[in-house]
């Protein structure tokens, strides 16, 4: 069975420093992998995923994720935080065998001035 | 903006009633997702139907019930609401009904049980 563990429940940055939000997943087989974003009173957006091709990948708005297999993670990172980024982050995990999608908890981001 | 539509906004009701939310997803999308969020339970996976077809179930109660129309549209029906049903239910769509394809996010419906 596949499962989702976001490690932070919250995230506090300075503006202008890097961000790095934890994801480990777990799954019998080969996983797709997703963060979505969520700005307050929004629904959520893609940031990124990861569907077996490039181990790192580019998403939007300045964000990276890098699969690590061997180490079951998907952490998302940012090299310098904006005011923007304020927002609830969820890793995603999906297995195309039984098409299940699992949502974790989520890790809410906080940037400081 | 997403391109998928949910109406209503806001929804207040009492216990023991009925509602119907409803999502028109995006033009072309054959897929439409519901969610339930709440702070207690997260974002929580409700069902999945595929071009009119139910394709995939989460944790959704006997109460709840949804179908897809012909033209695409859908529509959640929640029945004998409680108060812990008080949540924010999302809609999203996507072209076609593998679970590795990005979902597009409605920008929900809050539901309120007095």
């Known amino acids: 069975a596949q499962s989702v563990t976001q490690l932070d429940s919250h995230v506090s940055v300075s503006e202008g420093t890097p961000v790095l939000l934890r994801c480990n997943y777990s799954?019998?087989?080969?996983?797709?992998l997703f963060w979505y974003v969520q700005h307050p009173n929004k629904g959520l957006q893609l940031l990124l995923k990861?569907?077996?091709?490039?181990?790192l990948v580019k998403g939007i708005n300045g964000f990276e994720a890098e699969f690590k297999k061997s180490e079951t993670s998907f952490h998302l990172t940012k090299p310098s935080a904006h005011m923007s980024d304020a927002a609830e982050y969820f890793c995603?995990?999906?297995?195309?065998?039984?098409?299940?999608?699992?949502f974790g908890k989520g890790t809410r981001l906080h940037i400081l001035p | 903006d997403s391109g998928v539509t949910q109406t209503p906004k806001h929804l207040i009701t009492a216990t023991g009633q009925r509602v119907t939310l409803r999502c028109s997803p995006r033009?072309?999308?054959?897929?439409v997702y519901w969610y339930q969020q709440s702070l207690d339970q997260g974002l929580q996976f409700l069902i999945q139907?595929?071009?009119?077809?139910?394709?995939a179930k989460g944790n959704i109660l006997e109460r709840f019930s949804a179908q897809q129309f012909p033209d695409l549209h859908s529509e959640l029906n929640l029945s004998s609401l409680e108060l812990g049903d008080s949540a924010l239910y999302f809609c999203?769509?996507?072209?076609?009904?593998?679970?590795?394809?990005?979902?597009?996010f409605g920008p929900g419906t809050r539901l309120t049980v007095l």
């Open positions: 999203a769509s996507s072209a076609s009904g593998t679970s590795y394809n990005e979902q597009f």
């Open positions: 799954s019998s087989y080969s996983p797709s």
């Open positions: 990861y569907t077996s091709a490039a181990t």
């Open positions: 995603v995990v999906s297995v195309g065998r039984d098409d299940k999608i699992i």
């Open positions: 033009s072309g999308d054959l897929s």
């Open positions: 139907y595929y071009n009119g077809e139910e394709r």
